[in-house]
């Protein structure tokens, strides 16, 4: 996919991140869905099976967006996590597959007892600390 957006919004009240791309496809990405499939190895880990369950994170914000050359946006949320830079093929992705990523995200959280409402935990603002 080659796709640039056209118009990126943050609704601070609603908690969506709203992205138009020159398609003329539209999503409105909840900051939450955006925060717990993070780009960045904090949540995917080095490889398959490596993936970094996120909790607590239906209220995080975010509390500004970055450009990154002209193909992504490194988003700083409000639990500290700033490392995650999101293409805009990966954005249109989540956009395209957000029902999916969504139900998947509610079965990892029911699998391990935790609800969207457990506590934020908060992450530092560094890499990955796994080394």
């Known amino acids: 996919m080659n796709v640039t957006p056209t118009e ?3 609704h601070q009240a609603s908690h969506v991140l709203e992205i138009h791309f020159d398609n003329g ?3 409105r990405l909840p900051y939450e ?3 717990v499939y993070s780009p960045s190895a904090e949540v995917r880990g080095h490889g398959p099976g490596q993936e970094v369950l996120q909790i607590g994170k ?3 914000t975010i509390a500004s967006v970055e450009p990154v050359g002209h193909y992504a946006i490194r988003p700083a949320f409000s639990d500290g996590h700033n490392t995650g830079i999101y293409s805009w093929d990966l954005l249109y992705e989540l956009g395209a597959k957000q029902a999916e990523l969504w ?3 509610e079965q990892r959280l029911a699998a391990a007892g ?3 409402d457990a506590p934020m935990i908060e992450q530092g ?3 990955c600390s796994s080394h």
């Open 8 to 10: 990126i919004k943050l």
């Open 25 to 27: 496809r539209a999503f």
């Open 33 to 35: 869905l955006l925060r």
């Open 58 to 60: 239906r209220d995080v």
């Open 103 to 105: 139900a998947t995200y």
């Open 114 to 116: 935790v609800d969207r």
């Open 125 to 127: 603002g560094h890499g």
